[in-house]
Nanobody
Framework: QVQLVESGGGLVQAGGSLKLSCAASGRTFSSSAMAWFRQAPGKEREFVAGINWSGGNTYYAVSVKGPFTISRDNIKNTVYLQMNSLKPEDTAVYYC?????????????????WGQGTQVTVSS
């Protein structure tokens, strides 16, 4: 069983930064691809960023490529999302997720475990 716990969300002004963390339990973290998704009110959950097991390959949604950086620490069993130059449209609940082997990074159905989410609110 895997448990994912996100933290680091909050209220920030446009142009500001936040760093989200996702702490994972379970022995398979270091061999698993991970990702961040987000869901804004009234919208579908969408892919934000993904990272392979070693951290050597990363993937981003077009809308966040550049300002956002995903990283991981396999000693601490934690994956991070550094978010810079935040915009009001980045307001959402952010979720981390553990990917099933061999599946696409971009599809919701590719992920077997999800955290409870952390709220990010960007004021204008």
């Amino acid at each position: 069983q895997v448990q994912l716990v996100e933290s680091g969300g909050g209220l920030v002004q446009a142009g500001g930064s936040l760093k989200l963390s996702c702490a994972a339990s379970g022995r398979t973290f270091s061999s698993s691809a991970m990702a961040w998704f987000r869901q804004a009110p009234g919208k579908e959950r969408e892919f934000v960023a993904g990272i392979n097991w070693s951290g050597g390959n990363t993937y981003y949604a077009v809308s966040v490529k550049g300002p956002f950086t995903i990283s991981r620490d396999n000693i601490k069993n934690t994956v991070y999302l550094q978010m810079n130059s935040l915009k009001p449209e980045d307001t959402a609940v952010y979720y981390c997720a553990k990917r099933m082997d061999g599946s696409s990074y971009y599809l919701l159905a590719a992920y077997e475990y999800w955290g409870q989410g952390t709220q990010v609110t960007v004021s204008s």
